[in-house]
Structures are given as C-alpha cells and as structure tokens.
C-alpha cells in the first residue's frame, strides 16, 4: 500500500493561479509563494457572500492516539461536495511540528484525501507559526527587559509575571526553566517556561481577530501580570502591541493551496482543541465563505473539545451559524472505546464495537445541544469488516441520525458522493438554528459547569485552592464576561485520560485558571493536562529525511 507521500508525489500540481480562479479570484490579488501556495488579501472577505454561504463543521468521536481521519474526511468530503455539483471550499487549521515530528508524522489528510504541497505544509509553509513563535518572543523579551531597565521600569512583580515563551517542537525538558541568570548583565531571575507555539496566546488572538487593526487591539490587551502595588500589567503598557503586529502582517492573511483533487483549499492557524480553542482563524473560514456556497471546516479532537470550543468561542465571537456537523466515527475508535487493546483494533471484534458505541452515542447527543442536525462519517479502513459497519450504521438509525460509510482515503472525492449527498439533504431539511450553549454574561463557573455537565457529562466540578484565588483575580479583573476555553484530555470525555467509552458519576477538577485577556477568554485547566508537550519513545523525526537532490521522505 503507497504511503501518503507517495500518492501526493504521483499529482501533477495546478498552478496556484489556477486555483485561485475558480474562486474568481484574479492572479494579481494574489500573494505568491512559488506556484502552488498563495497568502490572500483581507479584502476578499464579503458580509453578503458570508450570510448566504453554509458553513459544515466536521468533528468527532473521543479518538485514539493516532486519530480518526477528521482532516482526510474534511477534505474528502470537500471533494465529494464538488463532484456532485456544489462549489466548496475547505478551510483548515496549519499543522504544528509538534505533532509532525512527535506522533502523526503529518497533518495533511492522507490517501486520496490530501492537501498540497503535503511537505511544505507539514513544515515552514508560508512561515505564520514563525512569526506567532517572533512576536509571542518578543513580548517576553521586552518583559525581561522592563524588570532589568529600573529607569523605565513599570514597577513589575517577576514573581507575578504570567506569559512564558514558545516553541515550536514538543520539547519536555522546556516546561519549566530559570531565566535571567548572568549577574548585573542578564535580567532579574524568575522561574518561567515554555509551551508549544499552538498552544500561544498569540495563535488564539490570530484565529479570532477579524482585521489587522483588531489583531494589534487584541495583542494590547493581553494580561501580563502585576505591579507590585496590585495593578494589573498589559502589553500595551510595554508599548509592545505594534512591533508585534508589524511581525504578523502578512501571517494574518489566509493561505490557499490545493487538495489532491485540485479543489481550492485555505488553510491558516493552528490551535490544539484540548488546550487552546482548535479552530482555524475567523478571517480564513470568512474568506471561504465569501468565495463559495459551501465551506467545510475542522475542529480539533472531539466535540467535547474542538466542536464546543468552536460553537461557544468561535461562531459566538464571529456571528457564525454553521448549518450542519458532520461526526467523523472509525470501527478501530469504538472497539478501542469498548475495551479492546490497541494492538487489536484491526481483528474483528463485534463485542467490544458495541461496548465503545456510548461514546458515539454521547457525541451524537451533544450535536443537539446546539440546535444543529448531524451526519455520521463512517471513516472506512481496509480491516473493517462489513459487520461491524454495519452495527455502527443500525445504531446511529435508531437514534435518529443518517450514518453513511465513506473511504475517502482510498477514492478521495468519490468515496465522499453519498455523504455529501446526505450533508446537503440534512442542510435543506433543517428546522433549527444554531445555538450557543451558554451566554458570556453568566458567571465564570456557571458556563465552566455548564460545559462540564452537559457536553462532558460530569456530575459537577471542584475547584482547587490555585483555581479558587484565580477566579477572585478574574473577577477583579472584570474578566467574568469571558468565555472558557477548557483544557482538557482528549482522550476521554471526562478529564481523567483512562476514562473510556462514556463514563459516569465523576466529577472535573479544575486547577487553576489562565487568563487569555487579548484573545477573550478564560482557560481552565483540568487534570494533568500541560501547554508542552513530550515527545514519545520512537517521534516521527526518526523517520523524516531528505535525500542529496531535495526529496523529502517520511511523512506519512
């Protein structure tokens, strides 16, 4: 069987130009970067062109550790809408290296459902994770910076200083670091740390501003800390929001590339869903929706993660209305829900798939919490057997939801027709509006808990004594009218990773709470869940090469 990479190589790429023309854009509104990638200019985004678009989030199940195939399914199903005849767009998160060099290898779909250039996107791209890595840096320079410079200072208290440094690789030995050490020539020291570039306050601020003037509005606003008589300390106070912004200029224009299939693709962002608010940017799904009928997009993990932080963050934020959620769900995904032991997803086991299917059961109800019809993916792989798809295909009847097998890996757009079908059949049949789950005006812990109860299924939620005294701080602040984004293990729907299938009677422990004031919301942090992550015992990057003429090999 070819690997990704392989069956991206065999595909004569279009000219970016060409692309770009099907979304009638003409070649000299583009940004070139070589052939086949193009930044897009901000003024193609049109209110009229946006209401009338449908929007299809693409989401899933609780995944395994390699995932479920959301962005192939994405991109195929995008092929799939422009086969039977509707123009659509996908519009997706940009990969981190994190990941690329660490579990996946690659986040660019796979198969026949893939967007390209697969490398160049997995890697540097157009250089927007760069610039987030700069201008989140700099504001951390210019910090040190005050707390060393007594002639300017701003009277900061180092030990309150909350806004660490970024790095784009999963890197574990950078949690939690000593800077300022070299005598009367370096800083004052304080101990700090470093989370992965996605996880950036900057990142969230990128995904939801709407205009250059909002983003350097944004960046102003972000919470650094306090004065040493109690006052709060923002970036604006350091004069810093400008010079970040000027780093950002052209990382907050879209990027569009193309899928396998030469359908236009735009891609830009990348938050994680299970720490930060996993959606691409507002600018780019807006864009997409100003030059097509339909935009498919993904949001990261399940939906008690990326779909919820998409809803309530994202779409609440921006005025958006999705029409209608497609739930990505696998046989190897509900057997591994059911108890089934990872290195047997692929033998056929009937029983453990009916166990696993309360975790689709629980994602399909969250679908209605938001007022919106779903279709569910059935993403094929070739050691499914036709019973089990069959079970899965039963159970989503009786529950009163369409599911529709699909192998967009191995047919690409065609093995998507019969789902895009049922999207668009869903979407003209909708009675209901979209929804948000809760309003911003309630208090912090009413929308913590309504979350944790009613899309995790919690029982209720504690508070550690840290989370306690930061929601004082929050409230003091005039924070309370933000929404949460709620770290969490995506592993499971409560926030204890070992939790499988759909687990009961337990409660979220919430331990402590970040404050995000430049991108507009609160982070609570459950669990053990941390901003860095690790690399595994054999990362990806064992794997990657490049050989003496260019050619890069390894991502799968």
């Not at 595909?11 to 070649?27: D, F, G, R």
């Not at 609780?62 to 509707?86: D, F, V, W």
């Not at 059961?361 to 969250?366: F, G, I, R, T, V």
């Not at 912090?444 to 005294?469: D, L, N």
Request: net charge neutral.
């Amino acid at each position: 069987m070819p690997t990704d990479i392989e069956i991206a190589r065999k595909v004569t790429l279009k000219p970016i130009t060409e692309i770009a023309s099907q979304l009638n854009i003409p070649a000299d509104e583009l940004e070139c970067y070589g052939q086949y990638k193009a930044k897009l200019p901000l003024t193609l985004q049109d209110p009229k062109k946006i209401e009338a678009s449908k929007l299809i989030l693409v989401s899933a199940i609780s995944p395994t550790p390699a995932g479920e195939g959301k962005t192939t399914m994405s991109i195929g199903l995008t092929q799939g809408m422009n086969r039977i005849g509707k123009q659509t767009t996908v519009v997706l998160r940009e990969p981190s290296l994190g990941p690329v060099f660490g579990i996946k290898g690659g986040a660019t779909g796979g198969g026949h459902s893939q967007v390209l250039p697969m490398e160049d996107i997995n890697l540097h791209f157009t250089g927007d994770f760069a610039a987030v890595e700069k201008a989140h840096n700099l504001l951390a320079a210019l910090i040190d910076n005050n707390l060393h410079d007594r002639k300017r200072s701003l009277n900061i208290d180092g030990r309150t200083v909350v806004w660490k440094r970024v790095f784009d690789v999963n890197d574990r030995a950078l949690r939690k670091v000593v800077v300022g050490l070299g005598g009367t020539t370096g800083s004052i020291p304080r101990e700090t740390g470093f989370d992965i570039t996605a996880a950036s306050e900057i990142m969230a601020i990128l995904c939801l501003s709407d205009s250059l003037a909002d983003l350097k509005k944004r960046l102003g606003n972000i919470f650094i800390g306090m004065t040493r008589d109690r006052k709060p300390i923002f970036a604006r106070d350091l004069k810093a929001q400008g010079a970040m912004a000027a780093l950002l200029k052209d990382a907050v224009k879209p990027n569009l590339v193309q899928t396998i299939e030469g359908t236009p693709a735009i891609i830009h962002g990348g938050p994680f869903a299970n720490i930060a608010q996993g959606t691409n940017t507002v600018i780019a799904t807006r864009m997409g929706m100003s030059l097509s009928d339909y935009v498919v997009t993904e949001a990261g993990f399940g939906s008690d993660l990326g779909a919820e932080k998409f809803f309530d963050i994202k779409c609440a934020s921006a005025g958006l209305k999705p029409r209608a959620m497609v739930l990505v769900a696998t046989v190897r995904a509900l057997k591994y829900h059911g108890g089934a032991d990872l290195k047997e997803l692929t033998t056929p086991d009937p029983e453990s798939l009916r166990k696993g299917l309360v975790n689709l059961e629980k994602h399909l109800e969250n679908t209605r919490l938001y007022s919106l019809d779903a279709v569910v993916a059935i993403n094929r792989f070739v050691s499914d057997s036709d019973e089990e798809l069959e079970i899965i295909r039963a159970r989503c009847e009786e529950l009163g939801f369409k599911a529709v097998v699909s192998n967009v890996w191995g047919e690409g757009g065609a093995g998507a027709e019969d789902l895009a079908k049922a999207v668009v059949e869903t979407i003209d049949n909708a009675k209901k509006e979209f929804a948000p789950l809760y309003d911003w005006n309630q208090p912090i812990e009413a929308k913590i808990e309504t979350v944790c109860t009613k899309v995790y299924g919690a029982s209720g939620v504690e508070y550690t004594s840290k989370a306690k005294k930061d929601l004082r701080k929050i409230k003091k602040l005039g924070f309370e009218n933000f929404p949460v984004c709620i770290a969490k293990t995506q592993k499971s729907l409560s926030d204890d990773a070992t939790k499988i299938g759909r687990p009961t009677d337990f409660e979220i422990t919430v331990r402590e709470i970040e404050i995000a004031a430049g991108a507009g919301f609160v982070v609570p942090i459950t669990g053990d869940m941390m901003r860095m992550p690790g690399l595994p015992s054999v990362p990806s990057s064992e794997h990657i090469d490049i050989s003496d003429d260019g050619e890069i090999s390894g991502l799968f």
